[in-house]
């Protein structure tokens, strides 16, 4: 929109760069370009603003396939007013003196003119297309279709507007459909999820079966260990058992000699010492059988003597002392 400022009777007007600008006075046009800046009397002054920009025009209609599906179409339209001049023409880009504001909705009625054309040539397409293929390869389709109808309609260049791009953003059906098709994509891609699952549980199985095949070894092996161990002990308790029955055999044989050699030096020591005391029983007869009987009458009386009690008294009677003295004497008493 074009800034005018009001100065009494005399307004001035000054455009953007991309504002094409056509001011008639009393019929006659006296400025015509872009980018204009000017005074002008707003009783006598006609004018116009043409935007010359590319402009972006959002489209989204609906449309039917070959098999009687309802799609809807989003597309977009780059354009441009090429010829400002035909365009002022054609449409209505008069602006208020005033406030430099349009007067009509030229833009709309450009907007409708290519949605319409453009919504045209679309339907044409789709109808003859069946929904996968639509779905598949309707894009491409559908915009070189659109494309082509508007740079051969007539109406456009005779308007003065330029299609620069046309774009078409999607193809979609209606959410039931959309699902309804979305689903053996789905159930295949659930498919593959549960045979992967399939397979890692296959994989996890085969993994524990195989740490239970090497636990199971690793028992075995360690019953073989401990069984070689057992017999083992079992031969060091046989060679320690033989060992210590050896060696006692080896200590009661030794005991056995120092018993044997003891008896036999206590016999020698015991014959001996009976032989010395036969010899001394034979002396101390032989001793005794070469002496007087008074002499072993005392003898005797002495050893009596010896293992007598002891006495505190002894009353000898004449008689006896008599008898006893004679015996001692060699005598016989009177």
């Known amino acids: 929109m074009a ?34 800046s000017f005074w002008f009397r707003s009783l006598s002054a006609a004018l116009s603003e043409v935007p010359v920009n590319d402009r972006e025009l959002a489209m989204s209609f609906h449309a039917r396939t070959a098999d009687f599906q309802d799609v809807s179409v989003q597309s977009t339209v780059t354009y441009r007013i090429s010829e400002p001049d035909a365009a002022a023409t054609r449409l209505d880009f008069s602006i208020d003196p005033d406030t430099g504001a349009w007067r009509g909705a030229p833009l709309d009625q450009i907007a409708t003119l290519l949605t319409e ?23 491409a389709a559908v915009r070189d279709r659109i494309a082509a109808g508007l740079g051969a309609e007539p109406r456009l260049p005779a308007t003065g507007i330029e299609v620069v791009a046309v774009r078409v953003v999607a193809i979609r059906p209606e959410p039931e459909v959309e699902r309804a098709l979305r689903t053996p994509a789905r159930e295949q891609i659930q498919q593959e999820a549960d045979r992967a699952t399939y397979e890692r549980r296959a994989v996890a199985v085969e993994r524990e079966r ?16 401990e069984e070689r161990l057992v017999d083992q002990r079992g031969t060091n308790a046989r060679r320690e058992a033989e060992e210590s029955a050896a060696a006692d055999s080896v200590r009661a044989e ?81």
Request: aromatic share 2%; net charge positive; charged share 25%.
């Open 117 to 139: 054309t453009a919504q045209q040539h679309a339907l044409d397409v789709l109808a003859r297309t069946p929904l996968a293929a639509a779905l598949v390869d309707g894009v």
């Open 210 to 225: 195989a740490i239970a095949e090497n636990e199971l070894g690793s028992k075995i092996e360690l019953a073989r260990q």
């Open 254 to 334: 030794a005991e056995a000699v120092r018993k044997v050699r003891l008896a036999r030096a206590e016999a020698e020591a015991a014959r001996e010492v009976g032989e010395a005391r036969a010899a001394a029983q034979s002396a101390w007869l032989r001793v005794h059988g070469e002496v007087d009987a008074a002499t072993l009458h005392a003898l005797a009386a002495t050893r009596a003597a010896e293992n007598l009690p002891r006495i505190e008294s002894l009353t000898l009677s004449p008689d006896v002392l008599t008898g006893l003295l004679a015996k001692l004497g060699g005598g016989t008493p009177s």
């Open 3 to 36: 800034d005018i400022i009001r100065r009494a009777s005399w307004r001035h007007l000054r455009s953007a760069p991309t504002s094409h600008i056509r001011h008639h006075r009393r019929g006659r046009l006296v400025h015509d370009g872009t980018g204009l």
